[in-house]
């Protein structure tokens, strides 16, 4: 039954070969209240300190509530920044010459919100000092604010700082990646990444590579997608489904013959949770369905009946019946189906 394997692994990659098989989405923003609440909670400029567990559990609910929550209408999104966003004069950080790290970082860390949570609008744009690209320079004077955080004494404090600035620089880095800014997009995807991992977060590392993995599978580069795939599941695949299903998808393309990793991909993509956005969820449960039928129809030819597609029945019809025509050459080339070798008596007629 290996042959049939193998063929329906190549005829079920046939679909997948153009790389469009990652839909476009786009993930929802949560609401500005929202967003606060749950920032606010790797700041923690008051209060008890909380340690890095409970820091990383936090950044997790962050970005995951990020990712399935829905937008807000447009009214209820500018009366909301109205009342949640503390006024600032100017994001401009000769205007904070003077001033100490946390008025820097608050400033910053403000104006930061304030960019990402508001709905578009007319930007100037400037060079970026991190890619060499263009960025708005809203977000740069933002950026360079939340450079203070790098003052703070080390040690805890630090962390939950350099955490919050992580967590910034995802959210610039999403909104440019999804307005197509492709190079500052990934230098802050890096960036948050190489941020939070030096805080000790390592679940907001992992989903930020996870989102730079999605990003460049839309960019047509995959081979680099699979490596920050990769990386991010490896810092935490058990709370980041959308890398450890991405990462399984590309591996499942890559296998060629090897059964056993084919096997362990598709575990992968079978155990994995739920995804991050509503058409990549569609996309795994089509996944799920298609090796469920390759499963069965590998053992069981009238399983061909029940395919999604004429394709995958004629494939599957037409692989059973290579595998039977496979055997029965075998057989007749090792004499199975040969009769038994016994010398032949003939009774010929007598003459009259």
């Avoid at 004429?310 to 039977?324: D, M, N, R, W």
Wanted: charged share 20%; net charge negative; aromatic share 8%.
């Amino acid at each position: 039954m290996a042959a049939f394997v193998l063929v329906a692994f190549l005829q079920l990659h046939m679909p997948m070969v153009s790389g469009a098989f990652i839909p476009i989405a786009h993930f929802p923003s949560p609401t500005d209240s929202q967003l606060l609440a749950e920032d606010e909670a790797l700041i923690v400029e008051d209060g008890p300190f909380v340690s890095s567990q409970e820091v990383d559990v936090f950044s997790l609910m962050s970005l995951s509530t990020e990712l399935s929550r829905s937008v807000p209408p447009v009214s209820e999104k500018s009366s909301q920044v109205e009342k949640v966003m503390p006024p600032f004069i100017s994001l401009d950080p000769e205007a904070y010459l003077g001033s100490s790290w946390e008025e820097r970082f608050k400033a910053g860390d403000a104006g930061s919100r304030y960019f990402t949570d508001t709905e578009d609008k007319e930007h100037t744009w400037t060079r970026d000092p991190m890619s060499g690209g263009g960025v708005p320079l809203e977000m740069k004077h933002a950026e360079t604010l939340l450079l203070a955080a790098e003052d703070a004494p080390a040690g805890n404090l630090w962390k939950a700082k350099a955490a919050a600035r992580s967590l910034r620089m995802y959210h610039h880095a999403r909104w440019l990646a999804e307005r197509g800014h492709v190079l500052p997009a990934e230098f802050r995807f890096v960036e948050a990444a190489e941020l939070a991992r030096r805080a000790r977060r390592s679940v907001l590392a992992s989903h930020a590579l996870g989102r730079l993995g999605y990003f460049l599978l839309q960019w047509r580069r995959t081979a680099e997608a699979k490596v920050a795939l990769e990386e991010a599941s490896r810092l935490n695949s058990k709370t980041n489904p959308l890398a450890t299903y991405l990462h399984a998808v590309l591996l499942r393309q890559d296998v060629g013959p090897d059964i056993a990793a084919l096997l362990a991909a598709e575990e992968s993509i079978l155990t994995v949770g739920t995804q991050p956005s509503e058409e990549l969820e569609m996309e795994r449960i089509q996944h799920v369905e298609d090796i469920n039928f390759w499963r069965l129809a590998e053992s069981n030819p009238h399983h061909c009946l029940t395919a999604r597609t004429v394709a995958h029945g004629l494939i599957c019809a037409f692989g059973h019946a290579g595998f039977a025509f496979r055997q029965a050459v075998i057989g007749l080339s090792s004499g199975e189906l040969q009769p038994p070798n016994k010398p032949v008596s003939l009774t010929l007629p007598t003459s009259p």
